[in-house]
């Protein structure tokens, strides 16, 4: 099956261009505004502020996002979402420029920004199924995310270059632009009407949500798995990797080992559409102990070659995982409940990121960098050996599931 097979669809075409500008927009946005705050005050502690301002509300409202992606149509909470993240970042792109941007200003807006992201992450994860018949979830998903991450490659580059060239202001501007790039592709998205339950009741569809979550143990026990995974994977690559490239091969090439990893993904993209095992969530998650490669790697041999090996590794294995993750979520998970179940996915696997991002440093700071670094790469293999012992994980397969028609090509 050719992994472009599903753009002969015409929503999930759509799709496939919202989720690629906006993708690039949130990776230009970053940049861009990290300049904007270091020009204004030049202090790491206000920039602290505004990022984590948009981190915390993210989180916080996840679940809210999850409940409306199932109650009102996800093709018009995307629209609606992009343009109000381009208004915000044209907001923000204004002050700079004009010069009454302030930190209380630009907090507020990251605020907004995290809220809008919150809204449209589950609504966008649980559309795909509507776009693309059930035979091409795996490929429709491994393009989307082929897609995503060629998106994050070039917004990061883009915003570099632009705040270099122009200032961040203009970089700004350029990035609100593409949110409203990504609002007009949502609007050509055609999907058919679905029975949506009247009366709508936050916090009885939570309670609804948290129940189907709570009644797959192969849901749950992987989300469990992430909470540790993301927590010592991601925590000690972001926070105690520059270090380690200071002292040994170099900030130079710890920008290529994190592109070699983008390069696996994206090879990985490639495999996970045309490899479509009978058990997929198993060995995806089996394939997660690949993960451990990288943070051992700067533990033990703090070395480029072994780091590029175990990156580009982790990068290819990851995405296969990622792929079976939402295929099985999309073929299991009643349509009308897939929004909030993603958002429930999303809120237990990420909110113990920032933990571990936070308690790198003094970790290293007391027990050593060695020590500590390669008690993570543990805590991933012990995570996911644990995981593995979910009989569910071991015997879930791919079958028919009731999933709303797509729409025609």
């Not at 044209?90 to 920004?113: D, M, Q, T």
């Not at 990851?318 to 939402?326: G, I, K």
């Not at 809120?347 to 500590?372: K, T």
Request: glycine share 10%; net charge positive; proline share 6%.
């Amino acid at each position: 099956m050719s992994l472009l097979e599903p753009l002969r669809h015409r929503s999930f075409r759509a799709l496939a261009a919202g989720r690629t500008l906006g993708t690039f927009g949130n990776s230009v946005a970053p940049v861009a505004l990290a300049f904007a705050v270091l020009d204004r005050t030049g202090s790491a502690v206000d920039l602290g502020l505004v990022v984590g301002a948009r981190s915390l509300a993210n989180v916080l409202l996840l679940l809210f996002g999850g409940v409306l992606a199932d109650r009102l149509p996800r093709a018009v909470i995307l629209q609606g979402t992009e343009i109000a993240a381009g208004l915000s970042q044209a907001l923000i792109a204004a002050s700079v420029l004009c010069g009454f941007s302030s930190i209380p200003f630009l907090i507020s807006l990251s605020v907004v920004n995290g809220a809008v992201a919150a809204m449209s992450l589950p609504a966008s994860a649980a559309i795909t199924p509507q776009t693309v018949p059930r035979d091409l979830l795996a490929p429709a998903n491994a393009l989307l995310r082929l897609l995503v991450n060629g998106g994050r490659i070039a917004g990061a580059g883009v915003a570099g270059v632009a705040v270099a060239a122009a200032g961040s202001g203009w970089a700004l501007a350029v990035n609100a632009l593409l949110f409203f790039a990504a609002a007009l592709a949502y609007h050509a998205v055609r999907l058919p009407r679905t029975d949506r339950v009247p009366g709508a009741r936050p916090i009885a569809d939570l309670v609804a949500g948290w129940h189907e979550f709570r009644s797959r143990a192969w849901v749950w026990v992987v989300v469990a798995q992430f909470a540790f995974v993301n927590a010592a994977g991601l925590g000690t690559l972001v926070v105690i990797g520059p270090v380690v490239a200071d002292e040994t091969f170099g900030r130079s090439g710890w920008g290529l080992a994190l592109a070699m990893q983008t390069a696996g993904a994206l090879v990985g993209g490639i495999v996970a559409a045309h490899w479509r095992p009978r058990h997929a969530l198993f060995i995806g998650v089996l394939l997660v102990t690949v993960e451990a490669l990288p943070v051992l790697a700067l533990g033990w041999w703090p070395s480029l070659v072994p780091l590029l090996v175990a990156m580009l590794a982790a990068g290819l294995a990851m995405e296969q995982f990622s792929v079976a993750w939402d295929v099985s979520l999309q073929e299991h998970i009643p349509p009308d409940k897939l929004a909030r179940v993603y958002s429930y996915d999303m809120v237990g696997s990420l909110a113990a990121m920032p933990l571990g991002q936070i308690a790198a440093g003094p970790l290293v700071q007391h027990f050593g960098r060695e020590p500590v670094l390669v008690a993570c790469g543990v805590l991933i293999l012990v995570s996911t050996g644990l995981a593995l012992c979910s009989r569910e994980i071991r015997q879930l397969t791919n079958r028919p599931a009731e999933l709303v028609a797509p729409t025609g090509s």
